[in-house]
C-alpha cells in the first residue's frame, strides 16, 4: 500500500523540533520529575541491534501485558526503524504464543519489514504503509482485529488531536479484557517537553472522561499494569483496559 498523507502532519520545521527535544524547556519541578527525563531518555536503547524508542520500564510492563492477556494480535501504530517490533515478536516467541498476530502500521513500514525479515520471527506479520488514520489503512487492519482479544499500542504523532482520531478509530476494535496504550502522554510538561503543546494526554483525558468514547465503551485507566515495576513510564494515565459492560 502506497504512503498517504497524515490528516494531521507532523511538525517538519527544524526550530520546532530542536525546541520539542530541547531538555532546558522541561518543567522539572521535582527530584522525581529530573528522574523521569533521565529514565526516559531512549537514544541507547536497542533490541536485537534495533534503536527501539520506548521506555525500559514499559517494556517490562509490555512483556506482563502479553503474558497476562495472552492476545489473538498485537497492533502498534508508529514503526520508526522495527526495534519495537522485534520486541514484541521476541516476548511473544518467549511466551509461546506463536499465534499471535503482529499488525504494524507506520507511513513507511520498508524499515520494520527489513528487521522483520533479517530476524527469521516465528509469529504471523503484518506490516502496513499507510497514514493509521486513513479510510484504506482502517479497511486493511480492522478485519485483522475486530472481535478478537487485543493489545493496542497507540505510538505515532502525539498531538491532542491525532491521538483523538486514533483513539476514535482503534479503541472499538477491542474486544472486553483487550488493552489499549497511548504512549508519550508525558509530554505537554508532564512532566516533559513543556513546549510541545496539547498532545496525547488530553486526547486520553477526554477519552475517559464522563460522556467520552472511552467511558461509553467500558475503557478505564489499568492502574495495576502502570504501577508495575515502578512509576516511571512515557504514558502516564494511558494504560487502558475495557472492562465488560454491566447487564442491566
Given at each position: 500500500?502506497?504512503?498517504?498523507?497524515?490528516?494531521?502532519?507532523?511538525?517538519?520545521?527544524?526550530?520546532?523540533?530542536?525546541?520539542?527535544?530541547?531538555?532546558?524547556?522541561?518543567?522539572?519541578?521535582?527530584?522525581?520529575?529530573?528522574?523521569?527525563?533521565?529514565?526516559?531518555?531512549?537514544?541507547?536503547?536497542?533490541?536485537?541491534?534495533?534503536?527501539?524508542?520506548?521506555?525500559?520500564?514499559?517494556?517490562?510492563?509490555?512483556?506482563?501485558?502479553?503474558?497476562?492477556?495472552?492476545?489473538?494480535?498485537?497492533?502498534?501504530?508508529?514503526?520508526?526503524?522495527?526495534?519495537?517490533?522485534?520486541?514484541?515478536?521476541?516476548?511473544?516467541?518467549?511466551?509461546?504464543?506463536?499465534?499471535?498476530?503482529?499488525?504494524?502500521?507506520?507511513?513507511?513500514?520498508?524499515?520494520?519489514?527489513?528487521?522483520?525479515?533479517?530476524?527469521?520471527?516465528?509469529?504471523?506479520?503484518?506490516?502496513?504503509?499507510?497514514?493509521?488514520?486513513?479510510?484504506?489503512?482502517?479497511?486493511?487492519?480492522?478485519?485483522?482485529?475486530?472481535?478478537?482479544?487485543?493489545?493496542?499500542?497507540?505510538?505515532?504523532?502525539?498531538?491532542?488531536?491525532?491521538?483523538?482520531?486514533?483513539?476514535?478509530?482503534?479503541?472499538?476494535?477491542?474486544?472486553?479484557?483487550?488493552?489499549?496504550?497511548?504512549?508519550?502522554?508525558?509530554?505537554?510538561?508532564?512532566?516533559?517537553?513543556?513546549?510541545?503543546?496539547?498532545?496525547?494526554?488530553?486526547?486520553?483525558?477526554?477519552?475517559?472522561?464522563?460522556?467520552?468514547?472511552?467511558?461509553?465503551?467500558?475503557?478505564?485507566?489499568?492502574?495495576?499494569?502502570?504501577?508495575?515495576?515502578?512509576?516511571?513510564?512515557?504514558?502516564?494515565?494511558?494504560?487502558?483496559?475495557?472492562r465488560p459492560k454491566e447487564m442491566p
Open positions: 500500500m502506497a504512503a498517504i498523507r497524515e490528516k494531521i502532519p507532523r511538525v517538519q520545521d527544524p526550530d520546532t523540533i530542536t525546541r520539542m527535544m530541547d531538555i532546558s524547556a522541561c518543567r522539572l519541578s521535582s527530584l522525581a520529575d529530573a528522574w523521569h527525563v533521565l529514565c526516559t531518555h531512549t537514544s541507547g536503547v536497542s533490541w536485537a541491534g534495533r534503536k527501539i524508542v520506548k521506555n525500559q520500564f514499559d517494556l517490562a510492563r509490555y512483556f506482563y501485558l502479553l503474558h497476562a492477556l495472552r492476545p489473538d494480535v498485537v497492533v502498534e501504530t508508529g514503526l520508526q526503524g522495527g526495534g519495537s517490533a522485534l520486541f514484541f515478536l521476541d516476548a511473544l516467541r518467549m511466551l509461546r504464543l506463536p499465534d499471535t498476530l503482529y499488525v504494524g502500521v507506520d507511513l513507511d513500514a520498508r524499515m520494520a519489514l527489513e528487521a522483520v525479515q533479517g530476524h527469521g520471527a516465528e509469529n504471523p506479520v503484518v506490516l502496513v504503509s499507510g497514514d493509521c488514520l486513513a479510510d484504506a489503512t482502517l479497511r486493511e487492519v480492522t478485519p485483522l482485529v475486530d472481535g478478537r482479544r487485543s493489545l493496542i499500542v497507540l505510538d505515532s504523532v502525539h498531538s491532542e488531536a491525532h491521538v483523538a482520531e486514533e483513539l476514535r478509530l482503534y479503541a472499538p476494535l477491542c474486544t472486553a479484557g483487550s488493552c489499549l496504550v497511548v504512549e508519550d502522554t508525558d509530554h505537554g510538561g508532564r512532566p516533559i517537553l513543556g513546549n510541545y503543546g496539547p498532545s496525547a494526554a488530553e486526547a486520553v483525558e477526554a477519552f475517559l472522561a464522563p460522556g467520552g468514547l472511552g467511558r461509553a465503551l467500558g475503557f478505564e485507566h489499568d492502574a495495576e499494569s502502570e504501577a508495575r515495576f515502578g512509576p516511571f513510564t512515557v504514558s502516564p494515565g494511558a494504560w487502558l483496559v475495557r
